[in-house]
């Protein structure tokens, strides 16, 4: 985890960052730091506590996360609690499904331009 962090810090600090949900309206939490430049991107996400599927209108609405910074035309690899590759326009417009499962969960996947 350590050299995960060294790794992620330089977005932490000095990149750009998106509440894309908050711990005010969910309980699933998920927070994009995206380079300047969109090279690099980290998502991290924790499950606070986790509903019964479609059991509120905020696990509903939350089961999908649509990046944002990225660039539309660029092809991404995946690193951390998905692995792969996928376009920054499907990362942006679709998103991905939320990884999580279970209370007090978290995850952290990184994403490479190529």
Do not use: C
Not at 46 to 70: D, F, Q, T
Not at 94 to 104: A, H, Q, S, V, Y
């Amino acid at each position: 985890m350590i050299a995960l962090y060294k790794e992620i810090r330089p977005l932490v600090q000095r990149g750009v960052v998106h509440r894309i949900s908050s711990p005010l309206e969910s309980e699933r939490v998920a927070l994009e730091y995206v380079a300047s430049d969109g090279s690099q991107a980290a998502l991290l996400l924790y499950n606070l506590r986790e509903y019964m599927a479609g059991s509120s209108a905020a696990a509903r609405e939350s089961s999908v996360i649509k990046l944002r910074g990225l660039d539309l035309d660029a092809t991404y690899t995946l690193r951390g609690g998905r692995k792969g590759t996928i376009s920054g326009e499907t990362l942006m417009n679709i998103g991905l499904p939320w990884p999580l499962r279970g209370d007090f969960t978290s995850a952290v996947i990184v994403f490479q331009k190529q």
